[in-house]
């Protein structure tokens, strides 16, 4: 048991609970909202905002009962151990975390979006009937709130 716990110590990075985010994500995510509105937020390591606003969103999640928050990270997968450091820095924790798992980005963006040019921070607010907002910036902790409400939280 001792040994399993130092071993993990030396995991490589990606290791980090993470899903990748291929084909098809995007359509399970939708599914999964008709059960449960949905938050998906995209951010990148490269994106200021993106970075600033990452460790607000475990505390988002908590004020937020009854919906699901998840987080999809945009960089290619050959920077994994630097995605990887940035959410452990941030202590995203618990939270659904994805990485864009397809060299070719375009193609995922496509799915969520066809007119998505990867303009980041991006969030997409799926509501359980099915409605789908997005919301290209920053986010509004009282418009979020706002939304949850409407959900029925």
Not at 34 to 61: G, N, Q, Y
Not at 86 to 115: H, I, K, N
Request: charged share 25%.
């Amino acid at each position: 048991m001792k040994r399993r716990v130092l071993l993990a110590a030396f995991l490589p990075a990606r290791a980090w609970a993470t899903e990748p985010f291929s084909r098809g994500s995007w359509a399970a995510l939708e599914t999964a909202a008709s059960r449960k509105p949905t938050i998906v937020h995209f951010w990148s390591l490269t994106c200021a905002p993106c970075m600033a606003e990452l460790p607000h969103w475990p505390d988002l999640a908590r004020r937020l009962p009854g919906i699901e928050v998840v987080l999809v990270n945009t960089d290619p997968p050959a920077q994994a151990e630097t995605i990887a450091h940035a959410a452990r820095r941030a202590r995203l924790g618990s939270l659904p975390q994805y990485g864009f798992a397809d060299r070719f980005a375009a193609r995922l963006r496509w799915e969520v979006d066809p007119d998505w040019q990867g303009e980041l921070p991006r969030t997409d607010l799926l509501g359980r009937d099915g409605t789908r907002r997005h919301i290209l910036g920053s986010i509004d902790r009282a418009m979020l709130q706002s939304w949850a409400k409407e959900q029925g939280r």
